[in-house]
């Protein structure tokens, strides 16, 4: 039973273009939802975040969007650049950042 | 400044062997985690902790032991390791505030044979 879900195992994007990396879920109590980016042979590292009460949240050339009615998440990347190509994680919390449910990742691939 | 420091790095088992996996956080974290990754799959929980002397079960604790004795370690125990916990461990903290992020260590690719 899978409570988060990246649909999209891999997205190829040129290098300037928007990235938009999407993310469904179906626990409505969820609270709390992040992206994270990992390298190979790296740890997940933490990019972005929203609480349940806003629906957008911009940091830098990162933007999150939630939609709770649909119960969907997105990450927009914009300028996309070679340095983005990574997997990212979309996490959801039940306790205000406790306890993440991660969905399966995707790879990004950003050409130059 | 190290983070969450993880080692070690790479390890093989034998089916039936026991190993402990280390974490360490220098941040004064009072909350921290142990997940699994599986090949094609996100990181799954498998225990957790909300301060010194207190752990908890996540969703996949089976086979597994953890303690917490200070608040910079938590090191995660395997005993009878089994081929189907071939994986890669990450160990996590956060701060106890509400809202925070997870901060991760770079793993431990784990085979067992």
């Known amino acids: 039973d899978q409570q988060v879900k990246q649909n999209s195992p891999s997205l190829s994007v040129q290098e300037g273009r928007i990235s938009i990396l999407n993310c469904d879920y179906t626990n409505s109590m969820f609270d709390y939802f992040l992206w994270y980016k990992k390298y190979p042979a790296e740890g997940p590292t933490f990019l972005i975040s929203i609480s349940s009460i806003k629906d957008k949240n911009e940091d830098g050339r990162f933007t999150v969007f939630l939609n709770k009615s649909a119960k969907h998440l997105s990450l927009h990347i914009v300028p996309s650049q070679p340095g983005d190509s990574a997997v990212y994680f979309c996490a959801a919390s039940l306790e205000y950042g406790n306890k993440l449910v991660f969905g399966a990742g995707t790879i990004l691939r950003v050409k130059s | 400044n190290a983070g969450v420091t993880q080692t070690p790095k790479f390890r093989i088992l034998k089916i039936g062997q026991s190993m402990t996996l280390q974490c360490t956080q220098d941040?004064?974290?009072?909350?921290m985690y142990w997940y699994r990754q599986d090949p094609g799959m996100g990181l799954k929980l498998i225990y957790y902790?909300?301060?010194?002397?207190?752990?908890d079960k996540g969703e996949v604790p089976n086979g597994y032991n953890v303690s917490r004795s200070t608040t910079e370690d938590f090191p995660l125990r395997l005993e009878l390791a089994a081929p189907s916990q071939t994986s890669v461990y990450f160990c996590?903290?956060?701060?106890?505030?509400?809202?925070?992020?997870?901060?991760f260590g770079d793993g431990t690719r784990l085979s067992i044979l």
């Open positions: 902790s909300v301060g010194a002397g207190i752990t």
């Open positions: 941040m004064n974290h009072n909350y």
């Open positions: 996590a903290s956060r701060t106890r505030y509400s809202n925070q992020p997870q901060h």
